[in-house]
């Protein structure tokens, strides 16, 4: 199985975070793919050369670089491609875990977290908070959290994307495969082949205002 992580990124502070956790999976990711936002690229290559870097248009909102991101994963020959922000913790064995959900479940439409801690690295007193999304006993899960969703191949060629014009387009992508899924045969009142990685190995971090983690307009 060949894995691709897709990334967009415009916090260039935060690249020697991002490096690192690629640098420390125990499964490594095939090819890695940086789509970087308005912003000089130059400090990200020198620092990873083996990063495929690619940079993108101001007026571009998230959904679509993403989607650019993704597009490149699977043009090179990735079985699938996993999100991975740039701030967020993921731990050495995240990558290994996909591969092992996806060769457990190879129905998936999609793989993820459905449960996660949120850290907060600016503000040391204060405890980490436990999200818990309801989940099936055969492994399912009607939410997955957006920094972990992985997308095989399978479901890239049957045409689900992100919303190009989406600022915040996880949500929309959970809509979106769910109704692609029931159009292609699912049977209503079921839970979608939406597959948990379980709930360990990944924290988002939230930092201060200045951080920036809704995905704003740069312009």
Not at 38 to 58: R, T, Y
Request: aromatic letters at 10%; charged letters at 25%; proline letters at 9%.
């Amino acid at each position: 199985m060949r894995i691709a992580t897709v990334t967009a990124t415009r916090r260039p502070w935060m690249w020697p975070h991002l490096v690192a956790g690629l640098a420390a999976q125990t499964r490594r990711a095939d090819v890695s793919i940086v789509i970087v936002h308005a912003i000089e690229p130059g400090p990200l290559v020198a620092l990873a050369p083996s990063l495929i870097v690619e940079e993108a248009p101001s007026a571009w909102k998230l959904g679509r670089l993403l989607n650019a991101g993704l597009r490149e994963a699977f043009r090179l020959g990735a079985d699938v491609a996993c999100i991975w922000d740039d701030d967020d913790r993921y731990d050495p064995g995240y990558l290994a875990s996909v591969e092992r959900a996806i060769g457990e479940h190879p129905d998936a439409w999609l793989v993820g977290k459905h449960a996660h801690w949120t850290e907060f690295p600016d503000e040391p007193d204060r405890k980490p908070v436990e999200y818990v999304a309801p989940s099936h006993a055969d492994g399912r899960a009607h939410w997955l959290a957006g920094p972990t969703i992985a997308i095989p191949r399978a479901t890239w060629e049957r045409g689900l994307r992100y919303r190009d014009d989406a600022p915040i387009p996880d949500g929309p992508l959970l809509q979106d495969a769910a109704a692609l899924w029931l159009a292609s045969g699912g049977k209503d009142g079921e839970w979608p082949p939406f597959y948990s990685t379980g709930s360990d190995g990944f924290a988002l971090r939230r930092f201060s205002a200045t951080h920036g983690h809704a995905w704003v307009d740069p312009r």
